[in-house]
């Protein structure tokens, strides 16, 4: 990677502020060390802990648009900062939340991936059925592996999303408990975490949903950030006070304007030598013909010069993008993967429509993705 291309980005801190490393952390705070991981974050002690995951609050738009999240904000001051795995994108950190493992590990490399041995891309939101999850992700969650040790783990969660193909990967091994609106939530949490020890998950969507439909910069997103921050205000004066409440997000965003965007369909030579083109618009996996590679590397190099960093599989992985990467992971990247800079987008009208209606997108590497708050309260 350039020196430039490395200013421009923020590294994800795999082993020591990543959302690995959340959940693990939070095992040693409630006195169950999981074995095989580092120190981590450092937490308070306590019999339980709530994490409340807010999708798409990343800590650059919490810090700019505090005013719109008194309570929130009223934590950053002792708060950390913490970076999202890469790619910053929601199946890609939910799974290493729940599992405490980095991307490489567990598999889920982003939006979509290609499947090996196929021609075939699994979107990890709304998963395949052909695809076996416990094949696709094999490794024991930290999830389970607190709840086998004793802890009563749960996932607050919409009722559509149990039994998916990401919530089987990413969070099994905990007791799953269907809640759709911000009262059911909060009282099943307050429930959940009445045991000792425990660790109750929430997950909230709507802020990354506002973002991505509006934009961050929109009336609805800050007016969405307002209620999410109610939200986070409201769980804390509901639970005991020897409950801690653990406020983190999965990712960040971007506005990407048109102007800023590349369609890879009406671009001369942006499909030469790519076989399937996956990932995202901030974050592409492309998939390669034999032996084009390097000509692919030079292509979208010289296409996209600053706009974005282009690099092999090999260069990706040796960057420390995904941490260390299993053998059967190997195959699900890209031969070759396009990180947005700025507010660029690498979108296709052919191969995905919607995502180009999108105003807020994440999935790269600058701070306004990876950086997420990790907030106690």
């Known amino acids: 990677m350039s020196d430039t291309a490395s200013a421009a980005f923020t590294p994800p801190a795999y082993g020591d502020r990543s959302l690995a490393d959340v959940v693990p952390s939070v095992g040693r705070a409630l006195g169950v060390a999981l074995e095989g991981h580092p120190v981590g974050i450092e937490l308070p002690p306590a019999p339980s802990y709530v994490v409340f995951l807010v999708d798409g609050m990343g800590a650059e738009l919490l810090s700019r648009y505090s005013h719109s999240a008194p309570y929130l904000a009223s934590l950053l001051e002792g708060g950390a900062t913490g970076t999202a795995g890469v790619p910053s994108t929601t199946a890609t950190s939910l799974t290493s939340l729940g599992t405490g493992l980095a991307p ?18 699994l979107n990890h939101l709304w998963w395949d059925k052909s695809v076996d999850p416990l094949e696709w992700q094999p490794h024991p969650t930290a999830f389970g592996r607190l709840a086998r040790a004793g802890v009563h783990v749960s996932s607050v969660n ?48 709507d802020l990354d ?18 209620m999410v921050d109610a939200e986070a205000e409201q769980m804390r004066e509901a639970l005991p006070a020897a409950t801690r409440l653990l406020v983190v997000a999965d990712h960040g965003m971007v506005d990407s304007p048109r102007e800023s965007r590349i369609d890879v369909d009406e671009t001369d030579g942006l499909r030469d030598g790519v076989a ?92 306004a993705e990876m950086l997420i708050p990790i907030l106690v309260g």
């Open 209 to 226: 949903w506002t973002g991505h439909k509006f934009g961050v910069a929109s009336t609805q997103w800050l007016q969405q950030l307002a």
């Open 276 to 367: 399937l083109l996956g990932g995202e618009a901030r974050f592409r996996h492309l998939y390669c013909s034999a032996g084009a590679v390097a000509d692919v590397v030079a292509t979208w190099r010289e296409v996209l010069g600053t706009r974005a960093t282009v690099l092999s599989r090999e260069d990706a992985i040796s960057s420390g993008w995904f941490g260390t990467v299993d053998p059967g992971v190997l195959p699900r990247l890209g031969d070759v993967m396009v990180a947005c800079h700025g507010d660029s987008a690498v979108v296709s009208s052919r191969d995905f429509a919607y995502e180009d209606t999108l105003v807020g997108l994440h999935g790269s590497l600058t701070p």
């Open 104 to 121: 490489g590990a567990h598999g889920l490399v982003g939006f979509t991936a290609r499947i090996p041995g196929t021609d075939r891309l």
């Open 158 to 205: 919409k009722r559509d999303f149990d039994g998916t193909g990401l919530t089987l990967a990413s969070q099994r091994g905990a007791t799953y408990v269907g809640a759709d609106r911000v009262g059911e939530r909060i009282a099943a949490t307050v429930s959940a975490s009445a045991h000792s020890p425990s660790l109750t998950y929430v997950y909230d969507s």
